[in-house]
């Protein structure tokens, strides 16, 4: 079974940063592109960068330049380094595999990390 477990949120000031980690298990990770998203309550999910098996990385245009994200096969882990944050980066961080043109998650989701920027 897939599981994914995201850590590593918390509360932050503005401009200030954070690491997102994703252990993942029951799954090739090493072989798969891998994505982290983020939801805002009301709001649809949002795929925020991704990264593929080779490291090639996209990232959406509200994180650019601000938010790395990276992995570690040999863990099964993926990282996202979050710099610069503002307030509508607070958001609740899942990360999952993207399919298909439209990058929709191919398994179920985890509990998710909450990141909230405030002062």
């Known amino acids: 079974q897939v599981q994914f477990v995201e850590s590593g949120g918390g509360l932050v000031q503005p401009g200030g940063s954070l690491r997102l980690s994703c252990a993942a298990s029951g799954i090739i990770f090493s072989i798969y592109t891998m994505a982290w998203y983020r939801q805002v309550p009301g709001k649809q999910r949002e795929l925020v960068a991704s990264i593929t098996s080779g490291d090639i990385t996209n990232y959406g245009n509200s994180v650019k330049g601000r938010f790395t994200i990276s992995r570690d096969n040999t863990q099964n882990t993926m990282y996202l380094q979050m710099n610069s944050l503002k307030p509508e980066d607070t958001a609740v961080y899942y990360c999952?595999?993207?399919?298909?043109?439209?990058?929709?998650?191919?398994?179920?989701w985890g509990q998710g990390t909450q990141v909230t920027v405030s002062s």
């Open positions: 999952n595999r993207p399919v298909g043109v439209t990058r929709a998650p191919y398994y179920g």
